[in-house]
T-cell receptor, first 112, second 113 residues
Framework: GQQLNQSPQSMFIQEGEDVSMNCTSS?????WLWYKQDPGEGPVLLIA???AGELTSNGRLTAQFGITRKDSFLNISASIPSDVGIYFC????????????WGAGTKLIIKP | EPEVTQTPSHQVTQMGQEVILRCVPI?????FYWYRQILGQKVEFLVS????????KSEIFDDQFSVERPDGSNFTLKIRSTKLEDSAMYFC???????????FGSGTQLSVL
């Protein structure tokens, strides 16, 4: 089946540092979504991307839809303690109208 | 802000029992989904539902699973005869359009003993 490779698996950073994570696939995707999940909660949508090359910001978060349609990255600038959590990429690939394929997640931990 | 609500938040059941997980999607949304997440693993697609019928389902969604929209507000997932491996967090989601901006509920943690 289709797979998304998300990296890194986890990140330990200092407060104030910038963060970058990405997802890649061998398949072409129509849509990329980035979610954050806190423990015991459902994923919360951060950014949605619909066009190749699209660059979208949401506050300190910026995400881009790769030109090849096979990858996307998420950047967080000047991280703060509440950024801690697990970040997931999810994509809708060309052969499906409804199904999102999910990455394995990037766990963000901020060192005190 | 409108949100997807799920009940119960936790469900413990014996293997072989039937469970029904309930969801109230966002009111003006037309597309509904169930996903599940086994502890520490990826979120996995189960099924999507539109216009009162299943529009797509995954291999996980076998004959033991069914979905229903019994009225204008609720969307349910039924597992007829639960297995140990059904233990997971089940998330309901809804969207205004196909796979556009899915909004998730807080999940139902299902534990099958």
């Amino acid at each position: 089946g289709q797979q998304l490779n998300q990296s890194p698996q986890s990140m330990f950073i200092q407060e104030g540092e910038d963060v970058s994570m990405n997802c890649t696939s061998s398949s072409i995707f129509n849509t990329w979504l980035w979610y954050k999940q806190d423990p015991g909660e459902g994923p919360v949508l951060l950014i949605a991307l619909y066009k190749a090359g699209e660059l979208t910001s949401n506050g300190r978060l910026t995400a881009q839809f790769g030109i090849t349609r096979k990858d996307s990255f998420l950047n967080i600038s000047a991280s703060i303690p509440s950024d801690v959590g697990i970040y997931f990429c999810a994509g809708q690939f060309m052969d499906s109208n409804y199904q999102l394929i999910w990455g394995a997640g990037t766990k963000l931990i901020i060192k005190p | 802000e409108p949100e997807v609500t799920q009940t119960p938040s936790h469900q413990v059941t014996q293997m072989g029992q039937e469970v029904i997980l309930r969801c109230v999607p966002i009111s003006n949304h037309l597309y509904f989904y169930w996903y599940r997440q086994i502890l520490g693993q990826k979120v996995e697609f189960l099924v999507s539902f539109y216009n009162n019928e299943i529009s797509e389902k995954s291999e996980i969604f076998d004959d033991q699973f069914s979905v229903e929209r019994p009225d204008g507000s609720n969307f349910t997932l039924k597992i007829r005869s639960t297995k140990l491996e059904d233990s997971a967090m089940y998330f309901c989601a809804s969207s205004e359009a196909e796979v556009e901006k899915l909004f998730f509920g807080s999940g139902t943690q299902l534990s099958v003993l």
